[in-house]
């Protein structure tokens, strides 16, 4: 069964620091998908980024990047020059192509917090 | 953003209860999910549908059912509320199995 983990319940920073996110997942499937969404106060679920597993290229967009290993399993998300607006619960996701519906796996999520 | 909207946003209801909660999508997307989100388990599948009259089970699908007669209605319904069942459910959408699923603004549902 896939399972995902994020070690860290939450996190506190100050504006402007980085803060990296893990997450690391297990999976029997040699073909799946990995998601980061975020959760903000507000509550609704924001999608941030998609990766398939024959993708290992690294990718940054603006302030955000992402360092997706499979030697570990891990697939770290990190936010450079934190702002207020990066305050929210950010979850690390997985699906497997092969099982039906496409379902995600979550992890627990990671809190994040930034204080001005 | 997808066009996504679940209704109604809140609800209180009593033990033993039916509740029914909507999805509906202006996406004209295949596939929709319930989820249930709860402290410290992330998002957890409740049920999922592939098409229209469609459906199967997620991990935690015990007392809940679904049904979908339209493309873009998804309903989930509790047949007897429980206290366990006090929760914030979120429907998502994808245009297909591999595709990324995009998720309403969820209902917070309370039962006392």
């Known amino acids: 069964a896939q399972k995902v983990t994020q070690a860290q319940t939450e996190i506190s920073v100050v504006e402007k620091e980085d803060v990296t996110l893990d997450c690391v997942y297990e999976?029997?499937?040699?073909?799946?998908?990995l998601f980061w969404y975020k959760q903000p106060p507000s509550g609704e679920l924001v999608f941030l980024i998609r990766r398939n597993s024959f993708d290992e290229q690294n990718e940054i967009s603006g302030r955000y990047s992402w360092n997706f290993q499979k030697s570990t399993s891990s697939f770290n998300f990190t936010i450079t020059a934190s702002q207020v607006v990066d305050s929210a619960v950010y979850f690390c996701?997985?699906?497997?192509?092969?099982?039906?519906?496409?379902?995600?796996?979550f992890g627990g999520g990671t809190r994040v917090l930034v204080k001005p | 953003d997808a066009g996504i909207t679940q209704s109604p946003r809140h609800k209180v209801t009593e033990t033993g209860t039916p509740v029914t909660l909507r999805c509906h999508q202006t996406?004209?997307?295949?596939?929709m999910y319930w989820y249930r989100q709860d402290p410290g388990h992330g998002l957890r599948l409740i049920h999922y549908s592939y098409g229209v009259k469609d459906t199967d089970k997620g991990e935690v699908s015990d007392g809940y059912s679904v049904s979908r007669s339209k493309t873009e209605d998804f309903l989930l319904t509790l047949e007897s509320a429980t206290s366990s069942q006090t929760s914030v459910y979120f429907c998502?959408?994808?245009?297909?199995?591999?595709?990324?699923?995009?998720f309403g603004p969820g209902t917070r549902l309370l039962v006392l």
């Open positions: 996406e004209n997307h295949r596939y």
């Open positions: 996701a997985l699906s497997e192509a092969g099982a039906a519906g496409n379902k995600l796996t």
């Open positions: 998502a959408i994808s245009e297909s199995r591999e595709e990324t699923q995009y």
């Open positions: 999976t029997r499937d040699t073909t799946y998908y």
